[in-house]
């Protein structure tokens, strides 16, 4: 038997899901659906992430004994979801269409947008939806990297923004660590 | 040399009958296992899920290798690895597993594009309350994870994992013991517990080209 399967993709998936495995009924005040973005016809990279909190907590539970700082933070956490699609000629106008009119909506529905990076070849908006002065609800990250990828990263829950560059560091959700020290660093200024 | 008569022969003392605690015990465990149905193999609903997934997806399959085992059987193994010098990861692995079920296909004819079968995958397992949690595909490959709804209120995990390298689909449904699932994971799979812990978590294993600033 071939034994080639994939397993960069495989390995992900079943750590993600053996990791981070949905308090799942009612939907989080910070958790936004980008919706279904379609794969690239040329078989270029598509993953997709989507764990609610029952998983979570059950993950939390877990590392609790070896790491009672990280399963604090997870237990914060009530949704991740994150979405990595390359880009070809068959779903490019399409996926960034639907990026545009997602941080149009996170505007619209009152989430602060809180960066705003434009550079030859890449465009990252950060938002931030909060519950008062102190309290995080949900923070959701977009990348659109030249005509080449797509990323979205949307972390729904009781989070605090102080701990936001940690938490994305120790899930290896980049993104989502730069809106942290972007966030601590605008919170210093 | 000297000859030796068989009467100088030393003459052995009679063995001692001793008591057989371990094969009696397990020679009762199989009896109480195999007179319940503690041996059946796989239980439904769970796996149920597996050939829903198989019936559901386009193109045509041939099955090379379908292993199923229940909970019983299971005990037994745990039963008879822990009589034997068995290595620590078997004893974790079956430890791990409370119920499993593996199946390897391969293409034959038809739409094998991942795209479709992910699609296929999704919706064949929806209808019986899984939930995609990491789909995957590059290439010609694809893997994704469900789990059942839910599934987090208890210490068992119910996952459904699905592999495919463009020629061969392994499907895989299993119930296990969280804690030792995971904790085999951390031991077995580095990406998975630099997930918690490490730069290199998981994430980063499905996101090689995003590493930079924004």
Request: charged share 25%; aromatic share 2%.
């Amino acid at each position: 038997m071939k034994t080639g399967l994939p397993s960069r993709a495989t390995l992900a998936a079943l750590s993600l899901a053996l990791l981070l495995p949905a308090r799942a009924a009612e939907t989080p005040a910070g958790l936004v659906d980008i919706g279904s973005l379609s794969p690239p016809a040329g078989g270029g990279q598509f993953v997709e992430v989507n764990l609610r909190g029952d998983l979570l907590a059950m993950a939390a539970r877990v590392v609790a004994r070896e790491e009672p700082a990280l399963a604090e933070m997870i237990r914060g956490i009530r949704a991740v979801r994150v979405h990595v699609v390359s880009l070809d000629d068959s779903n490019r106008r399409e996926v960034k269409d639907r990026i545009a009119r997602f941080r149009q909506d996170l505007a619209d529905r009152g989430w602060e947008r809180i960066v705003t990076a434009q550079a030859p070849g890449e465009d990252v908006a950060i938002f931030l939806k909060t519950r008062g002065d102190e309290a995080l609800e949900g923070v959701a990250v977009t990348v659109l990297e030249g005509d080449r990828e797509a990323v979205c990263v949307n972390v729904a829950g009781d989070l605090r923004p102080d701990k936001l560059a940690e938490l994305g560091e120790k899930l290896g959700l980049q993104p989502l660590h730069h809106a942290g020290l972007k966030l601590r660093k605008a919170e210093t200024r | 040399m000297k000859p030796v008569s068989p009467s100088a022969a030393p003459v052995r003392p009679p063995r001692p009958t001793r008591p057989r605690p371990l094969w009696t015990g397990l020679s009762l465990a199989l009896l109480v296992l195999a007179a319940g149905s503690g041996c059946a193999p796989a239980p439904d609903p769970l796996h149920a899920g597996h050939e829903e997934v198989l019936a559901a997806l386009p193109g045509e399959w041939q099955t090379h290798i379908q292993v199923s085992a229940g909970p019983g059987l299971l005990a037994l193994v745990r039963a008879g690895l822990a009589l034997t010098p068995a290595e620590p990861p078997a004893r974790a692995a079956a430890r791990a597993v409370r119920s499993f079920k593996v199946s390897v296909h391969r293409h034959l004819a038809g739409n094998r594009r991942a795209p479709g079968l992910l699609a296929a995958a999704d919706q064949a397992l929806g209808r019986l309350g899984w939930e995609r949690v990491v789909g995957a595909l590059e290439g010609r490959d694809l893997a994704a994870v469900y789990t059942r709804a839910g599934a987090g209120a208890a210490r068992r995990l119910p996952l459904c994992v699905l592999a495919f390298d463009g020629e061969e689909l392994v499907l895989v449904t299993a119930v296990g013991d969280l804690d030792a699932v995971l904790a085999l994971a951390r031991e077995h799979l580095p990406a998975a517990a630099g997930g918690f812990g490490e730069r290199s978590g998981p994430i980063h294993a499905a996101w090689p080209r995003h590493r930079k600033a924004p």
